[in-house]
Nanobody, 116 residues
């Protein structure tokens, strides 16, 4: 099983930027999809960005503002977040999945707070 550790969160003003990192231990195969998820207070965890060898997808709420990328040599996936809004406030998690199956263990995530 893949272990993942998220980092890079913090407090940022509306309109600001953050870059989240997710370091993975274990092998990530080319057929697998890397994803960033977030969970806001009182809400379910949602997938906000996904990256596979054939496609890149974003939730409508973050489209045009967030960019997911991957460094295979470092076994790391990133989430560049620009033009942040208060509604982006959440704990952000990364994971890897194949089809509908989550392959990694859920970590503690990294807190992103957007507030002035």
């Amino acid at each position: 099983q893949v272990q993942l550790v998220e980092s890079g969160g913090g407090l940022v003003q509306p309109g600001g930027s953050l870059r989240l990192s997710c370091a993975a231990s274990g092998t990530i195969f080319n057929i697998d999809t890397m994803g960033w998820y977030r969970q806001a207070p009182g809400k379910q965890r949602e997938l906000v960005a996904a990256l596979s060898s054939i496609s890149t997808k974003y939730a409508d709420s973050v489209k045009g503002r967030f960019t997911i990328s991957r460094d295979n040599a470092k076994n790391t996936v990133y989430l560049q977040m620009n033009s942040l809004k208060p509604e982006d406030t959440a704990v952000y998690y990364c994971n890897v999945f194949r089809g509908a199956t989550i392959l990694g263990s859920w970590g503690q995530g990294t807190q992103v707070t957007v507030s002035s």
